[in-house]
């Protein structure tokens, strides 16, 4: 049996690929090209835990945790003889798709970032798919992180999966209406649409795995040895809203609050993120659904008040003066939505949750503080600006208004 996991260089894939591979003697095949470290480092920022090597990672995973079923190819998705010869190679019996340019303000820089998304990611995820079906490779289980993003903020519950319409007597579960605010996230709503014509065509059995933001700096496997740590950006770019929001604390600056803050978001710490991309992954064949599956990857909806007056409490542990404060909005939004989202399927996956937002938050600080000098020396990147030596022809502003909130963690090809 082989499991074949791209973006295996970031910030979820590499402790999702260390799972796996920890709990299986199967062999786990990784695979990324390290767009992710050039993307941050375009922009002008880094991760603030440093970031081994893929070889030093591998020694580590073998030194450490004695993984020997762990290797690691380099290649790009978008590349299709590349995927064609990842497929002929190594045959898998599951792929678990991470792989993505993950950010909605960099998509939204201009045309030409927003052009490079979507081919990015629509293109891989075609590549995997048609190979699939090209290599008779029908019955793996395709796994993908596509994002929570895709349901934007509607007054009613979020279904996990279809949602029901009626018309007079007649009633059918069509696919929940795409209402993405970026170029990045309708990416991940095109790759649900073509992951369930694949099933419908291919009869390829599909988990799409909708992530909410991702928060935490480790696993347990990753806790391990420093080698084995995954990223975290910080960044307005990269980094998503909790993870800003603790840095900016570390470096001495008030979290920000547009509005009343009380609208709620989907939170999931990295710690059941992997857990239960692990537990599809290591599904036995006869319990692996052979269906079109959606999964929300979500334990539980946070406002983003609570979210800041979090951090402020658990800054006082490490003796940070984390103020809070309150600007207006400059966006159009319902400062007060309570998000509702069906989370049984994931959950059922995992059993139950591992580590809540205060325990999250308390890991991060704890971490953050180590790379102090790290968040400091780049804390221009905490808001958008001019790149100089990107975008220096026309110095364009490299704002985003969207709801960066909802900007997920998956990880480059």
Not at 251 to 270: D, M
Not at 284 to 309: C, F, G, K, L, W
Request: net charge negative; glycine share 6%.
């Amino acid at each position: 049996m082989t499991i074949l996991l791209t973006g295996a260089d970031g910030y979820i894939g590499w402790p999702t690929a260390l799972r796996i591979a920890s709990r299986t003697d199967d062999c786990v095949v990784c695979a990324d090209n390290f767009s992710r470290r050039e993307w941050v480092s375009e922009v002008g920022s880094t991760s603030a835990t440093p970031i081994a090597t893929m070889d030093e990672r591998l020694d580590a995973a073998r030194d450490v945790h004695g993984l020997r079923n762990l290797s690691f190819v380099e290649t790009n998705l978008t590349n299709k003889d590349s995927v064609n010869e990842l497929l002929e190679i190594h045959e898998p019996d599951t792929i678990v798709h991470t792989a993505a340019q993950p950010s909605a303000p960099y998509s939204q820089i201009n045309g030409e970032r927003a052009n490079y998304t979507q081919h990015n990611n629509l293109q891989a995820t075609r590549n995997l798919l048609w190979g699939l079906d090209e290599h008779d490779l029908n019955d793996t289980h395709f796994i993908e992180t596509t994002t929570t993003g895709v349901y934007g903020a509607p007054e009613f519950p979020i279904p996990e999966g279809g949602a029901s319409m009626v018309n007079q007597d007649n009633r059918d579960e069509v696919p929940f209406p795409a209402m993405a605010g970026s170029w990045y996230h309708l990416t991940k709503s095109h790759d649900a649409a073509n992951m369930r014509l694949a099933h419908k065509q291919f009869d390829i059995p599909i988990s799409d795995v909708r992530t909410a933001i991702t928060y935490g700096t480790q696993t347990d496997e990753t806790a391990a040895d420093p080698r084995l740590t995954t990223r975290f950006d910080f960044d307005y770019y990269f980094g998503v809203v909790a993870h800003r929001f603790c840095a900016q604390a570390i470096a001495g600056y008030p979290t920000t609050v547009y509005g009343k803050g009380e609208q709620r978001k989907p939170f999931i710490s990295l710690e059941d993120a992997v857990e239960g991309l692990a537990q599809l992954a290591l599904a036995d064949p006869a319990d692996r659904p052979d269906d079109h599956v959606v999964y929300n990857q979500v334990t539980r909806a946070i406002s983003i008040v609570e979210m800041a007056n979090t951090i402020a409490e658990v800054g006082d542990e490490f003796d940070l003066d984390v103020a809070v404060e309150h600007f207006e909005n400059p966006r159009d939004e319902d400062e007060t939505h309570k998000m509702e989202i069906e989370n049984d399927r994931y959950m059922n996956l995992i059993g139950e949750q591992r580590q809540t937002f205060t325990e999250g938050v308390r890991d991060i600080l704890e971490t953050l503080i180590t790379y102090e000098e790290t968040i400091t020396a780049h804390e221009d990147r905490f808001l958008p600006g001019v790149l100089d030596d990107w975008e220096k022809e026309d110095e364009t502003e490299l704002t985003y208004n969207g709801d960066d909130a909802d900007q997920p963690t998956p990880d480059a090809n």
